[in-house]
């Protein structure tokens, strides 16, 4: 169990065009969904996170204008990138949370499972 | 935000246990510790996470010291596909709330040998 997937897995694009990544939970319902982004031999940045039903909550830095995240389900989540450039190349990677409701007795923790990966192009 | 210190690299003959440490000298009360993997060009890989116990499972163990301030992440028998950056990330924000996130910082390339 626990499968994230993410489609495309490639996508080239050229300059000035928007690209939407979706980001899916297979087999749980993910009330929150989380956006990074992978640099060449760097690693994971947490772009926004977004709880269904509810606007995203963007990373200092991050422009919530440029990438538009959509979480329409529990589901499913979309990353439009929107008039991109070369330097929005990049791996991008969501991620859902299965939460644990809390207990007497312990602190609450969350399964957070990724997706594949989304290598964008922009030429 | 508790923040983690990993080696930078580390290597393993094939077939003998890894031991990855990772600090977290700042880490809260209600933190939890998690461990991830991430094979080159692939999503991260969820291994193993735990609060003050130490934890097993069916890829590796973790043994978190009691001041929880350090653990380790054991793989008893390391093989080539183990080969990866692993991540010890503490998850910070409000215990329950919608801020609770994982940080990654950049983790160690463990390197397996035939």
């Known amino acids: 169990g626990a499968v994230v997937s993410q489609h495309p897995s490639r996508v080239i694009c050229k300059s000035g065009t928007s690209v939407k990544i979706e980001c899916r939970s297979l087999?749980?319902?993910?009330?929150?969904m989380f956006w990074y982004r992978q640099f060449p031999k760097q690693s994971l940045m947490l772009m926004a996170t977004?709880?269904?039903?509810?606007?995203?909550?963007?990373e200092q830095g991050v422009e919530k204008d440029k990438f538009l995240i959509n979480h329409a389900s529990l589901t499913l989540s979309t990353l439009t990138v929107t008039s991109a450039h070369p330097e929005d190349s990049s791996f991008y990677i969501c991620?859902?949370?299965?939460?644990?409701?809390?207990?007497?007795?312990?602190?609450?923790?969350?399964?957070?499972?990724f997706g594949p990966g989304t290598r964008l192009t922009v030429t | 935000d508790a923040k983690t210190t990993q080696p930078t690299s580390m290597d393993c003959a094939e077939g003998r246990a890894a031991n990855l440490p990772c600090n977290h000298s700042?880490?809260?009360?209600?933190?939890?510790v998690y461990w991830y993997r991430q094979i080159h060009s692939q999503g991260p890989q969820y291994i193993i996470h735990?609060?003050?116990n130490n934890e097993t499972n069916e890829m590796a163990s973790l043994i978190i010291t009691e001041d929880r301030k350090s653990s380790t992440l054991i793989l008893p028998h390391a093989t080539l596909r183990d080969t990866a950056v692993y991540y010890c990330?503490?998850?910070?924000?409000?215990?329950?709330?919608?801020?609770?996130?994982?940080?990654f910082g950049k983790g160690t390339l463990l390197t397996v040998n035939p």
């Open positions: 735990g609060l003050k």
């Open positions: 977004s709880n269904e039903g509810s606007k995203a909550t963007y």
């Open positions: 990330i503490v998850g910070h924000g409000e215990s329950g709330g919608s801020n609770y996130k994982l940080t």
């Open positions: 991620s859902a949370r299965r939460g644990r409701l809390p207990s007497l007795r312990l602190t609450q923790y969350y399964e957070q499972y």
């Open positions: 700042t880490i809260s009360g209600n933190e939890y």
């Open positions: 087999d749980f319902q993910a009330t929150t």
